[in-house]
């Protein structure tokens, strides 16, 4: 079995910075993506940042500029550094590890954290 652990989440002024972690721990032997997603009370899950096994990163459009994502394959681990935070980013946020490939088995899994909150106000 796969866990995702993450932490990191607060309250924050506007303008502030965030640093989230997540670790992946199990019988992992790869893992394709690592992201993050949030979603915000009364609406659905969205994309923030996915970083791959390579390096390769996507973001959204509203969190670019001011959010990265990186990754440290030797840990399993994946973060997102956030900075220039807005109240609109207020969400929980979810972190995501897709194409697992497990120790003892092919097949590949997607797995979810149990998510975090980050809350921006003044």
């Known amino acids: 079995q796969v866990q995702l652990v993450e932490s990191g989440g607060g309250l924050v002024q506007p303008g502030g910075s965030l640093r989230l972690s997540c670790a992946a721990s199990?019988?992992?032997?790869?893992?394709?993506?690592m992201g993050w997603y949030r979603q915000a009370p009364g609406k659905q899950r969205e994309l923030v940042a996915v970083v791959t096994s390579g390096g390769s990163t996507n973001y959204a459009d509203s969190v670019k500029g001011r959010f990265t994502i990186s990754r440290d394959n030797a840990k399993n681990t994946v973060y997102l550094q956030m900075n220039s935070l807005k109240p609109e980013d207020t969400a929980v946020y979810y972190c995501?590890?897709?194409?697992?490939?497990?120790?003892?088995?092919?097949?590949?899994?997607?797995?979810w954290g149990q998510g975090t909150q980050v809350t921006v106000t003044s």
């Open positions: 995501n590890a897709d194409g697992v490939q497990l120790t003892y088995s092919g097949f590949l899994y997607d797995y």
């Open positions: 199990g019988s992992i032997f790869s893992i394709n993506a």
